[in-house]
């Protein structure tokens, strides 16, 4: 489009990107400002016009005039609604793509600043075209349209292990902190009330008090916003991020609490009482509702092997079921979301497809992005709109009390947490904490639901809400990235995970777990085994499909990796005649769950001819085995879905590239024998993501079909007769990671060297001296021939014995 | 090995504890007494973990090195002095890591070989994979940690795998309840 067909034109009006960006953005925000006055302003006209027309008709057929027939006409009414917020959408997107060309301005302010800027930009040209500003942000569209894709792609994306383990902390900061910042603000506001230089203000204590409680919420989109942007260590991340989650149960509490009293203007210890209760069957009920509906979902997705297209719904609809269900309950619904979310997750995964997957994944993120972008902006319009009553006493009493209890509040509860804690939070930390406690849209969107007539001051309230969300996301937001710079707090690690990682921390687990046992301790880790081996037991057979249920989880993380790395070398190498040169071969044995008895023993070199019996059981493998592997997906941060091989390194890239075509070198010169190893690596994913245009999930290529062939030849590259003892030529692409990169066995003497650059031969001497001379001789030709051949399609006389 | 100073309350419920395993009174332990505790027969590792209460070539563990190596699990102390003289104490990170690794390293031969993170793997993922499975993974280990090339993970680099990530993961190496018992034991020195 426009903006591509830029650089190209030097002589055109604007000349760079950038400028053609900025150019572009105000066209936008014109169109949209001059659309909506167009639509109020037709809405007169299509009514009067109807009403002539019906009362036209009315006066009798007979009457009516001759028209001509209307070749083009116009009617703004009927499309009102689904147009204007199709354009709102369009107008976040282009927004967020905007602001993406300028890349330095990102840089310096968070996304969320820009948008509320080009909110209060939309919403002062809409309010000079026409007298009133459409109310974008009504809390019902708030509240059951917007936020739940934040929450839920939160809560789906959760990483449990950090949250679990911090979970006391998190849960003493939402509760505790909350409760306190909310009697803070509240009581004090109240007293400055009372002071008499205070121009006209009389608040009664527990409006005030309600106040303290709308406003005293951390706000998960707001700290999702900024905090994306400036990677800090998880530990951090997970703290205020969780406990922004958690809070909501606390402020619905209160918020109900309040809002009730304040209108029948008095509280009882009872009514007191009965609070702490309603906290406690809101928190848990929320997270029991989620629960519920998480475990629903889990158990249909059992059933949807069939089905594969409507699986991402599922996902999608139980959760937001969830989300409604405890809000009709006056449930905390951000609860159950998460919980949703989080339960169902693991259970979800290991029964959905592989695109399935994906498309949660994508869509989950294109949802919240979208919500978020339009959340900003709404604040950016509502502003705008009003209604204000400034009161400079009062907004600015609430700010600095905001701040002051914030920091008081984490300070003082960091005291406390850290006599349980075993990693302690340092000074550094706290402030980060603090600082971090970012107020949103939740707070804007719970003052504007206060009822006018019963609270006269909701004016003031909501102009003071605005003045300090605009604080917190304009100051915080954007010195929040220097300061962390500037304190060098932690960031996240960058580094990826790896297989040793996930050994040894499963490893430390059952080491904790012993030592527990031995001194007779049920502690954390004791519970968190049991836990573990109930899951196994029962659950994980109930709610998982078939022999996944089985899968222990780092055979699952080493199939993720190895697909992972197999993407990224097929996708790499794309263009190259030598990539698509190497098929690799599958040993469909070495996938399946362990049902032979015996190991595969490197002595049987039989080549046996497929069979029919045979076809129909490797057709089978490929269906079970290629929904397998799995991408966990680690990042819950939306601007960089982490995992597309892409993304990775490009000087990997060219490594491995310089490295395979070293390798194709080395192939030629080597004129011996192959032999077959004994285990496979990523020959079935490799395939997969060859395969991964298929329309079925089954590939059987023509030459399968046919009746005898040489099970043995290297063409075929799907699979093999999964016979034990099937010798099978792997070629795997070179690599340092690679466990295997490439299976030649040199037989005429040359030891086994680790090439300088990584290639990685392995002599089996012991495997070797039982081949038969024919076997060698057809194996390496095969291999020779297979490295030539420019393409993977199935050819008519690739099956013919290539034997002289 | 001497000490420095004990409270007695503190060591009181840990020697309930070794009381309560050995069963027969004898004041010292044996690999057997430690079956009584029925959750270790679960435990993949079990069977390494008691092994780490012997000393190699003895059969029986007496009271002072039971709480030795227990003295192992208790919180690093983040702002330890650094006296030359002194040796580390027990909770220091590379003790732990030390100790973590010796668990591994069944043959003590300062590596880990791939046949000793074979049988790990073979411990813990159990009788879910297969052979070949086990392998890939073992070799892939030793390929991402192995950083001389000598297909074995020797302790530098067991300590390098996974920067922070194991580091911090060894701080977290602690049951809670022993700072409180073998708190006074930091000054009792390893062998």
Known sequence: ?804 | MFLISVSAAHLLRLYERFQFLDKDNRGHLRPEDFEAVLELSENPIGDRIVEAFFKPGQETVDFPSFVRVLAHFRPTEKNRNRDKGQPDPANSRTRKLKFAFRLYDRDRDGKISRAELLQVLREMLGMQVTEEQLQSIAERAIQEADLDKDGAISFDEFRKVGPLELGSAFILLTVRHLNDEVSSLSYWRSG
Not at chain 1, 593 to 608: D, M, W
Not at chain 1, 675 to 684: E, I, K, L, Y
Not at chain 1, 710 to 731: E, L, M
Request: glycine fraction near 6%; charged fraction near 20%; proline fraction near 5%.
């Open chain 1, 1 to 804: 489009m426009l903006p591509r067909i830029a650089p190209f034109n030097r002589t055109g009006f604007a000349r760079t990107v950038p400028e053609l960006g900025l150019l572009l953005l105000a066209i936008l925000v014109l169109l949209e400002g001059s659309v909506l006055p167009l639509g109020a302003a037709s809405t007169p006209e299509t009514n009067t016009h109807g009403e002539a027309n019906r009362s036209g008709a009315v006066e009798g057929h007979s009457n009516h005039t001759k028209k001509a027939f209307p070749v083009l006409s116009f009617n703004y009414e009927s499309v009102k609604l689904p147009f204007e917020i199709s354009l709102w959408v369009l107008l976040a997107f282009l927004m967020k793509l905007g602001f993406h060309l300028v890349p330095r301005l990102s840089g310096i302010v968070p996304e969320s600043c820009l948008l509320i800027v080009v909110g209060l930009l939309v919403g002062g040209l809409i309010r000079l075209a026409r007298e009133e500003v459409p109310p974008v942000l009504n809390s019902k569209l708030f509240f059951y349209c917007l936020l739940p894709p934040i929450i839920l792609d939160a809560g789906y994306f959760l990483p449990i292990r950090p949250f679990m383990e911090n979970l006391g902390t998190i849960l003493m900061f939402a509760v505790v902190g909350t409760l306190w910042n909310a009697f803070f603000v509240g009581g004090l506001l109240f007293a400055i009330c009372l002071i008499p230089q205070t121009p006209v203000l009389n608040i009664g204590l527990l409006p005030c008090l309600l106040f303290g409680s709308i406003i005293s919420a951390v706000d998960p989109v707001a700290v999702l916003a900024v905090f994306e942007e400036i990677h800090i260590n998880e530990l951090l991340h997970i703290l205020v991020f969780g406990e922004s989650l958690l809070n909501d149960a606390v402020t619905v509490v209160l918020y109900h609490l309040f809002e009730e009293f304040a209108l029948v203007g008095s509280v009882t210890v009872l009514d007191g009482f009965l609070g702490i209760i309603s906290f406690l069957i809101v928190a848990l009920g929320g997270v029991l509702f989620g629960a519920i509906f998480g475990f629903l979902a889990a158990f249909t997705s059992r059933f949807t092997s069939h089905i594969r297209v409507i699986e991402p719904l599922f996902v999608f609809v139980y959760s937001y079921m969830a989300y409604l269900a405890a809000e009709m309950f006056h449930l905390s619904g951000i609860m159950a979301l998460i919980a949703c979310g989080a339960v169902m997750r693991p259970y979800v995964e290991a029964n959905i497809s592989h695109k399935s997957h994906t498309t949660i994944k994508y869509f989950l993120k294109m949802w919240s992005s979208v919500s978020e972008t339009l959340i900003f902006i709404f604040l950016g319009v509502a502003t705008v709109e009003g209604p204000h009553e400034w009161n400079w006493v009062f907004v600015t009493a609430t700010v600095i009390l905001c701040l002051v209890s914030r920091v008081i509040g984490v300070v003082g509860l960091t005291f406390v947490i850290n006599k349980f804690r075993i990693v302690k939070l340092t000074t550094k930390d706290q402030f980060i904490i603090a600082y971090g406690g970012l107020r949103g849209a939740i707070a804007f969107s719970l003052g504007f639901l206060l009822d006018e007539h019963h609270f006269k001051m909701r004016n003031i309230f909501l102009t003071a809400i605005i003045t300090v969300v605009f604080f917190t996301v304009f100051v915080q937001g954007m010195t929040i990235k220097p300061l962390v710079e500037l304190l060098a707090v932690k960031k996240k690690q960058e580094a990826k995970r790896s297989i040793n990682e996930e050994i040894h921390t499963q490893f430390l687990d059952h080491l904790l777990t012993g030592i527990e046992d031995i001194c007779g301790h049920y502690g954390h880790h004791h519970w968190k085994d049991k836990l573990n081996r109930f899951n196994k037991k029962y659950v994980k057979g109930f709610l998982i499909v078939g022999e996944r249920s089985k899968e222990p989880q780092l055979i699952a993380f080493y199939h993720k990796m190895e697909m992972k790395q197999a993407i990224q070398m097929v996708e790499s190498g794309g263009g190259s005649k030598l990539a698509s040169a190497m098929p690799s071969t599958v040993s469909m044995q070495n996938i399946q769950p362990k049902n032979q008895a015996a190991p595969l023993k490197p002595k049987e070199r039989a080549l046996p001819q497929l069979s029919k019996g045979r076809e129909e059981e490797i057709r089978k493998i490929l269906r079970t085995n290629l929904q397998r592997t799995r991408q966990r997906l680690h990042s819950y941060n939306r601007h960089t879905l982490v995992g597309d091989p892409e993304e990775e390194g490009i000087k990997d890239l060219i490594l491995k590239k310089q490295m395979r075509i070293e390798l194709d070198r080395k192939i030629k010169e080597m004129a011996n024998h192959l032999t077959v190893p004994a285990r496979t690596q990523d020959s079935p994913t490799m395939r997969r993501a060859r395969l991964a245009s298929g329309r079925n999930t089954d590939f059987i290529p023509a030459q399968q079909q046919k009746g005898n062939k040489n099970s043995s030849d290297p063409q075929s590259f799907t699979v093999k007769p999964s016979a034990d003892g099937v010798p099978v030529i792997q070629v795997d692409l070179a690599s340092p990671q690679s466990p295997d990169s490439v299976n030649l066995f040199d037989e005429t003497g040359q030891p086994a060297q680790n090439d300088d650059q990584g290639l990685m031969m392995k002599t089996k001497s012991s495997e070797s001296d039982k081949r038969s001379e024919k076997d060698d001789l057809r194996d390496q030709q095969k291999l020779m021939r297979c490295l030539s051949d420019p393409g993977p399609a199935a050819e008519e006389d690739e099956d013919e014995p290539f034997l002289p």
